[in-house]
Structures are given as C-alpha cells and as structure tokens.
C-alpha cells in the first residue's frame, strides 16, 4: 500500500533561514508526488509537483524538491524563509490515476 | 477560467440535521473527488466520480454519506443525521479526462463543517 510520511508536524525557522520540510514515501511502482501549502481556512495550493521529468522541481515562491528514489523521500526547500511562508504543507504521492494520499501536514512558523 | 468552486464555504448544524455540500469542477473537467480533512490531519480520499457514476467509494463511512454527480448542475456530498465528529472541512477536487496517466487533480477551497 502507498503510504507518505512527513518527519516533523512542527517546524520552526528564523526569517531568512533555510526551510527543509521532509517527506518520505511508500510505493510500489513509480509514483507521482505533490507538495501543497494551506494557509488557514483556506484550500490547498499547489506548490510543485513530480511526475517522473526531471527529479529536481522547481515550484512556485522559491520552493523546490528533489525527488530521490533511493531514499524514497520527496524534501522540499526554500533557501530563504519570508515571514508569508508560514502555512501548513502537505506532501502527498498519487499512484495510479487518481486517490492522492496525503501526509499529516507539517506547520510552518517562521520567527522574526 | 474559474476554479474549482464549492459553496457554502462554511455551514453550521445541529445533530441529526443534513448537510448538503456542493461542488461546481473546473470548466471541462468531468471527474470529481472529494476528501475529508479532520483537525489537524491531512486530507483523506472518500470518493471519486464522473458524471452519473460513482467510479469508486472506497473511502465513504458506510452509513450516513453519499455523494453524486448528475448530468447537469454540481456534484454534492450529502451528510445525513450529523454528529460532532463530522465537523471538519471537505475538500473537492476536479480533473480533466486523460486517457491514461495522471488525473491531475485542482483542488476547491473546502467547506467547512460544524456540527454543534
């Protein structure tokens, strides 16, 4: 069965340090990834995705991750955190065509 | 091109009352799939459609839910006779059709449920 594992539900930076926010991922055959942020009461918003192109993905304010296979993980980083970057981000794989599965969600707070 | 859209944004009930959640898929779109996000948890797959058919069901609780997609108009998620553990957001997402491959899907803002 495929499963997604995010380390850490808390996670805390200072302003304009480095965001590494990890996901590992159980599956079968070549999966699909996904990383979402949520900003409170509000919907998901993909950050980027990986559909088996080029392992390092470039998504959109400043995120990227690296899909290592070896490792079964799916991190993402930013070089920088900015105070807005405080949200909640979800990873998630799909499998297939459809039925994303989910990680727990790791919040992000950012310290001035 | 308008997103996925889902209304109410947010509904109140009572124990024992329905909930009627709606969602509108992105123009073109023609499967729909809705998740359930407790508190502080991730979302969780319930059910996918297209339109007239339920293509798979696997994560609806037995009793209670049911959802549809008719020819015309949105899809809805029904909740009968509400408890408290209900209460969370509902998530709706839409996705083109493709022949094989990724069903990428848009995810709606969410409706967020509170059974008092």
């Known amino acids: 069965a495929q499963s997604v594992t995010q380390l850490g539900s808390h996670v805390s930076v200072s302003e304009g340090a480095l965001v590494l926010l990890r996901c590992n991922y159980s599956s079968s055959v070549p999966p699909y990834l996904f990383w ?61 065509t459809y039925k994303y599965i989910f990680g727990t969600g790791t919040r992000l707070k950012v310290l001035a | 091109n ?66 549809e997609f008719p020819k015309e108009g949105p899809s809805i998620l029904r909740i009968q006779q509400v408890v408290r553990g209900d209460s969370a957001a509902y998530f709706c997402a839409s996705s083109p059709k493709i022949a094989g491959g990724l069903n990428e899907q848009f995810f709606g803002p969410g409706t967020r449920l509170t059974v008092l």
Request: glycine share 8%; with cysteine; net charge positive.
């Open chain 2, 2 to 67: 308008a997103g996925v859209m889902q209304n109410p944004r947010h509904l109140v009930r009572r124990r024992g009352q329905e909930a009627r959640l709606r969602c509108s898929p992105m123009k073109g779109h023609s499967h729909v799939y809705w998740y359930r996000q407790l508190p502080e948890e991730g979302l969780k797959f319930m059910v996918y459609l297209q339109k007239e058919n339920i293509i798979d069901e696997s994560g609806m609780p037995k009793e209670r839910f049911s959802a």
């Open chain 1, 36 to 96: 979402y942020v949520q900003y409170p009461n509000q919907g998901l918003q993909l950050l980027l995705k990986y559909t088996s192109a080029a392992t390092l993905v470039k998504g959109i304010n400043g995120f990227e991750a690296e899909f290592k296979k070896s490792e079964t993980s799916f991190h993402l980083t930013k070089p920088s955190a900015h105070m807005s970057d405080a949200a909640e981000y979800f990873c998630a794989v799909s499998v297939g």
